[in-house]
């Protein structure tokens, strides 16, 4: 009771506690430490148990917050722990199979018995002496007792199945318990040194992108990168390797490279958020995932906001580190970089191409690095990408702005901040969860802007929390969505009637067919979907804003050879389908653009340029107009070709 009310007083602190060894075979009475307060008042307290030989340390983490029956059923699993003693064993080989089956065996875990054995086949070495055989023998009773959770999980449900619910939830929350023991981040940091998953590709485009899968979990999380990455090389990282294991223990990860940096294809030009989300779909393809949660981190963030608003139907959950709506300073967004502020942040990040000593204090500027790690750290984002990728991608996040889409976001949706983010404040965060429309959950933990280094365990712990109550409660409903992100757009003949009174009806039937059938090759070609055609006219959408521009273009471009003049008129928002086909206000929003529209011209709403950010594609200005039976004032551009 003294312990408690001592870390109570000092919630973050540290306390050791040393005392005599009890009698051979006696166990530590480590429940009267943990759980002697009364359930009721019991505080929300993350306690790690490290029990090497004779002491035990008792840590409480910056932030997690953990519900009374969490702590019973930890107390529960580290009493099951404390009474397996340790065994004396002879100098020499250590033969973890047979010490794992008879300190189990008591315990009657069959799933924690079956991964320990595996883990013995794994990992045999030679030990010096019986203390070191000691200390071997609690890490992996420690570690097989984390792997209950994932084990558990396994056995009650398949991808987006629902069964024993409630039997792996009392195993998740013994699991966790066990998963924040600090040798057993250390045995996951071990593995992911020797064991690293296969490296595969999928195609998205003519462009292969690097992707691997780790964990057998009950559900898919797509991890989207944000900076560079490079998947072989953070398995040589112990901190980098730690994170994407603890996200595997309760999913199956699936991680990539985006185009251009680590082992994805090198690629010319700058990619869009609309390429780099059609990565993430041909990466899931590839993986046979057909629905997932997606995390998108820093630059990662505003894709996968993207991906979820324009796929509802294969996002079950969102979860958006360091995320953000624009990255420039607007009247209305405040929270962005101003110009010079962003160009001596890209200076500042070029540092990794210079000096070590310089290379060295960009990193541990930008993480929360232990000391030890920078120099690996600066040699990962250097083999990561090139300086002329880093310049592409700098250029393309600078125009980042979706802000119109946060309401077509409808998912369950975490946002993940760091205290100690000096690039992106918290408001910024704040803003996010005021715009989404599903529902949303905001957490900020003790870390820095880049989801490496000190802080990753206790997100890592906030993600799992968010997927597997999601998961357990049966939120992740499979029906198909009715409202989705889409481009819409709109054609028109030119003076259709004038054409059709000098050329006849015959020949303007002809002339007719012939326009249709163009506009429906370039709608094949570009992946648009026709949705409406009135007489001379098209309704198409799409799911890119970049893939409907050049189809627009091509469009009004060829249909001159055919003797026509055609003018287009597009807009991205949230529509409504209806028996498959896209409707409301955002469709009547293109319509009214398309009224703006001169001949052979291309006409865009704000919303779609915005969305291109990073594209060659360039635009005028024509001002801000009151668009018939629409809200607001809006303002539109002309595409220039």
Aim: proline share 4%; hydrophobic share 40%; with cysteine.
């Amino acid at each position: 009771m003294r312990m408690l009310q001592e870390l109570d007083r000092d919630p973050v602190g540290v306390a050791q506690v040393e005392r005599e060894p009890p009698a051979k075979g006696t166990p530590w009475d480590l429940d009267r430490l943990l759980a002697s307060q009364e359930r009721d008042t019991a505080k929300s307290l993350d306690v790690s148990v490290n029990v090497i030989g004779r002491q035990a340390q008792v840590r409480v983490a910056d932030v997690v917050r953990l519900h009374v029956d969490a702590l019973a059923s930890r107390n529960q699993v580290l009493d099951e722990l404390e009474h397996t003693p340790a065994r004396e064993v002879p100098k020499g080989r250590l033969d973890l199979d047979s010490f794992v089956a008879d300190d189990l065996a008591d315990v009657g875990d069959v799933e924690a018995l079956a991964q320990g054995r595996r883990l013995a086949e794994e990992e045999r070495i030679e030990l010096d002496s019986p203390v070191e055989a000691r200390n071997r023998e609690a890490d992996v009773v420690e570690t097989t007792k984390c792997q209950r959770a994932a084990s558990s999980r396994s056995r009650f449900g398949t991808v987006l199945g629902h069964r024993g619910r409630t039997s792996a939830r009392k195993a998740n929350a013994a699991g966790d318990a066990v998963a924040s023991l600090a040798s057993a981040r250390d045995h996951r940091s071990r593995r992911a040194m020797t064991a690293r998953p296969e490296t595969n590709y999928a195609r998205s485009g003519d462009v292969s992108i690097a992707y691997q899968v780790i964990g057998d979990g009950p559900f898919d999380l797509v991890f989207v990168p944000g900076f560079v990455s490079h998947l072989e090389l953070r398995w040589t990282m112990a901190p980098m390797a730690r994170g994407l294991l603890e996200l595997a223990e309760f999913s199956r990860l699936i991680v990539f490279d985006k185009r251009g940096t680590g082992m994805s294809d090198h690629v010319t030009g700058t990619p869009t958020l609309e390429e780099r989300m059609d990565d993430i779909r041909a990466v899931m393809d590839a993986a046979g995932s057909q629905r997932a949660a997606v995390f998108g981190v820093v630059e990662g963030a505003p894709m996968s906001a993207l991906f979820a608003a324009t796929y509802p139907d294969r996002t079950a959950a969102l979860v958006l580190r360091s995320g953000f709506a624009r990255t420039l300073w607007a009247p209305d967004y405040p929270w962005g970089r101003t110009e010079e502020q962003y160009r001596v942040d890209v200076e500042s990040e070029r540092r990794i191409y210079g000096s070590r000593s310089e290379a060295e204090a960009f990193v541990r500027e930008e993480g929360n690095w232990e000391e030890d790690d920078v120099p690996s750290v600066v040699d990962y984002f250097r083999w990561s990408a090139s300086p002329g990728t880093l310049d592409a991608l700098a250029r393309m996040n600078r125009e980042i702005d979706i802000r119109h889409v946060l309401p077509a976001i409808r998912v369950p949706t975490l946002l993940l901040h760091g205290s100690e983010d000096r690039f992106v404040p918290m408001e910024a965060a704040r803003w996010l969860a005021d715009h989404i429309s599903g529902g949303t959950r905001l957490v900020s933990v003790s870390a820095g802007h880049m989801h490496f280094g000190r802080g990753v365990d206790e997100m890592n712990a906030e993600v799992r929390s968010f997927l597997t109550e999601l998961d357990e409660s049966e939120s992740w409903s499979t029906s198909a969505p009715d409202r989705v992100l889409a481009t819409v757009l709109f054609t028109d003949i030119v003076d259709s009637s004038g054409t059709a009174a000098n050329l006849g009806d015959r020949a303007w039937r002809e002339l007719l067919e012939r326009h249709h059938a163009l506009v429906r090759g370039r709608l094949m070609r570009f992946r648009g979907v026709e949705v409406d055609t009135a007489g001379d006219g098209f309704l198409a959408s799409f799911d890119g804003p970049a893939r409907a521009i050049a189809c627009a273009c091509a469009i009004v471009d060829e249909v001159r050879e055919l003797g026509l003049e055609v003018r287009a008129g597009l807009h991205t928002g949230e529509c409504e389908l209806v028996e498959g086909k896209v409707a409301g206000i955002a469709v009547h929003t293109g319509a009214r653009v398309l009224a703006l529209a001169g001949a052979n011209e291309v006409l865009v709403s704000s919303t779609v340029k915005d969305l291109v950010a990073g594209s060659d594609l360039r635009f005028e200005d024509r001002g801000e107009h009151e668009l018939k039976g629409i809200p607001d004032t809006w303002r539109v551009f002309s595409v220039l070709r």
